[in-house]
Nanobody, 126 residues
Framework: QVQLVESGGALVQAGGSLRLSCTGS????????MGWFRQAPGKQREGVSC????????YNADSVKGRFTISRDNAKNTLYLQMNSLKPEDTAMYYC???????????????????WGQGTQVTVSS
């Protein structure tokens, strides 16, 4: 059974930093591209950042460029999202997702991902 478990969400002041983690089990982690997504109340889910199975950044949303960095440690089956210079508009539930090789997918739309975590809440106060 595949599981993705996010952690690291918290309440933080604007300008602060957080590092989110997503640990996978039940899958061959380095066979999967991975992504971070977020959904704020009343808004559609949006892609934040995605990374290939070998660790190349595949996508960064314009809204987070220069502030967020995605990375992964395949030896630890863990995906990370380093978030700096946080803004109130970054407040959302953050999810990680895994995409097996082959088949179309869209990071920006969150389309085509095979497995999703339960999410971790990030709240940025002004």
């Amino acid at each position: 059974q595949v599981q993705l478990v996010e952690s690291g969400g918290a309440l933080v002041q604007a300008g602060g930093s957080l590092r989110l983690s997503c640990t996978g089990s039940g899958l061959t982690f380095d066979d999967y591209a991975m992504g971070w997504f977020r959904q704020a109340p009343g808004k559609q889910r949006e892609g934040v950042s995605c990374i290939t199975n070998t660790g190349s950044t595949a996508y960064n949303a314009d809204s987070v460029k220069g502030r967020f960095t995605i990375s992964r440690d395949n030896a630890k089956n863990t995906l990370y999202l380093q978030m700096n210079s946080l803004k109130p508009e970054d407040t959302a539930m953050y999810y990680c997702a895994a995409k097996s090789s082959g088949g179309p997918y869209s990071c920006s739309a969150g389309f085509g991902f095979d497995y999703w975590g339960q999410g971790t809440q990030v709240t940025v106060s002004s």
